[in-house]
């Protein structure tokens, strides 16, 4: 079965086990028939294409090519994830953009909101760093092997990118993924659910330890979002750690993977 069609139909038995656990935000945020079956197809669809999708196409055959068009498909999700925003907002017509994305502006909280969100990120990249050790040295006394830790080709190639284009990354990736995985699905999904998600939408990279650092990190920036009831806080912290991940880690990683190889 193609990805795409494996992907829809994962996303809809999911769906089925939400609707069944009483999760069914397409109709208890909408009044009508016709906005709760658009809202059901943009629930479906995204839960598809950002959640499922990584997960049926974990080491597709095909090799990239990783050029300036290549850098332009990187955003491909997150342009998905802002229209799939625009049009559930849209749709409700009953609270205000900044309401719905847990956004309300407070310029005298501002500023500590904003540092509170940079410790933290450093603070959720010791945790998941010390955590992903704990699991590796885990798996190790029990399989007396350690776990795949070779860098897909994507992952080199995005630590060769200019600043700019790893500074647009950051700010892309904390900005939309925060407004969807926190404001949006955590209110409805839970948190554990939330990061699960969170977690199978960086499957595709085939590597098991940096799949439980994601879980990790996004189970933090989620109870950081509950505490603070704000997405600032979040989104500054998942800035934070991609920013060490893209300008220290992995360029790191890359030429201990060279130096070694």
Known sequence: MPPGYAAVLLSLVFAGLLWS??????????????????????????????????????????????DQEAFAVLFLGHAVLCLFLILW?????????????YFRWNPAL???????????????????????ATVASLWFNVTHSLPEVALPE?????????????TALVLVAMSVEEAFFRAFLQPRLGLLLSSVCFALSH???????????????????????RRTKHLLPSMIAHGTFDAV???????????????FS
Request: glycine share 6%; aromatic share 16%; net charge positive.
């Open 110 to 132: 501002l500023t500590s909101r904003f540092l509170l969100g940079l410790v933290a990120g450093l603070a959720g990249w010791a945790i998941t760093l010390a955590t992903t």
């Open 154 to 166: 994507v992952v080199l190639w995005v630590t060769e990118l200019s600043a700019a284009q790893k």
């Open 89 to 101: 907002w849209w749709l409700r017509s009953d609270i205000s953009l900044s309401e719905f994305l």
């Open 203 to 225: 499957l595709s990279y085939g590597l098991p330890l940096l799949v439980v650092g994601v879980f990790v990190i996004s189970l933090f920036l989620g109870w950081l979002f």
């Open 21 to 66: 656990l009483g999760i069914a935000p397409y109709r208890s945020e909408f009044s009508t028939p016709l906005r709760r079956l658009a809202a059901f197809v943009l629930w479906v669809s995204v839960l598809a294409f950002v959640v499922f999708l990584p997960v049926t196409s974990v080491r597709a055959a095909a090799s990239p090519q990783f």
């Open 245 to 259: 991940q893209l300008f220290l880690v992995l360029p790191w990683a890359a030429k201990q993977a060279a130096y």
